[in-house]
């Protein structure tokens, strides 16, 4: 394993992440990767929601999302497409993929593979090139993850047996640390982009805000979020 690649993981596995594939391997399908696809519930948040009140989010997540998004297009210059795909309907959820320019977010889905099959068609995605990210943390979305690229499960100590399931079935690539509700999100983002080995440029391209940050910035900014219903 390369000496950096093996010094990223080690820092997010002496925090409890669990890399159930190579994290040279991950490094290596990353540079396949066209589309981001999250879970809303227990992804963002930890799934709580009572009568007239649907679950919220963290900035910190936030943040994490947009510097993924930012270090892919310095990679690859172009927009990597971002998606929410929830089973619930969540102002919350619209609001973030609003505010942040997601290119679609779909709610009240209740077999989330078909959206899947519906994302691959309208941007041209190859199903065998493993091309979409799938970040999710409970049964419902074991459909999409049999079909990503790469995996990442969002840990829940209270199903431990569920974590016994996706890890034999080989849904899994990696379950994180922080539990739901915990910011996960954003330990997915900087792991992913301290496996494509440039965290550092894209953090400090950011903090000053130079020209690249800013050209990515307006092309983000120029997505016109597609909801669904």
């Known amino acids: 394993m390369d000496k ?3 010094k990223i993981a080690d820092r997010f596995i002496s925090r409890g992440g669990v890399f159930h594939t190579d ?3 991950l ?4 540079q396949n990767i066209r ?3 999250f879970d809303w519930d227990g992804v963002f948040n930890n799934g709580i929601k009572g009568v007239g009140s649907g679950s919220t989010y963290s900035e910190n997540d936030s943040m994490g999302v947009n510097m993924l998004r930012y270090g892919f297009w310095l990679l690859n210059k172009s927009q990597l497409l971002t998606a ?6 969540n102002d919350s959820a619209k609001f973030l993929a609003d505010r942040e320019h997601f290119h679609s977010i779909y709610q009240g889905v209740k077999n989330k593979r078909s959206v899947i099959d519906e994302l691959f068609f309208d941007y041209a995605l190859d199903l065998e090139a493993g091309e979409l990210i799938c970040v999710f943390d409970d049964i419902n979305d074991l459909s999409i993850a049999s079909v990503c690229g790469i995996r990442i499960m969002v840990r829940q100590k209270s199903a431990p047996l569920l974590e016994d399931f996706v890890v034999g079935e080989g849904l899994v690539d990696y379950m994180t640390a922080a539990e739901s509700g915990m910011q996960a999100v954003r330990e997915i983002s900087e792991m992913l982009l301290g496996l494509m080995g440039i965290y550092q440029i894209t953090i400090k391209s ?3 805000m130079d020209d690249q940050y800013q050209k990515y910035l307006e ?3 120029a997505i016109q979020t597609l909801h669904h219903p």
């Not at 490094?27 to 990353?30: M, N």
């Not at 929410?84 to 309907?89: D, F, K, N, Q, R």
């Open 4 to 6: 950096n690649i093996s």
């Open 23 to 25: 994290p040279s391997d």
């Open 27 to 30: 490094a290596a399908r990353l």
């Open 35 to 37: 589309g981001l696809i």
């Open 84 to 89: 929410i795909i929830t089973g619930e309907m």
């Open 206 to 208: 950011r903090m000053v």
């Open 219 to 221: 092309e983000r900014q």
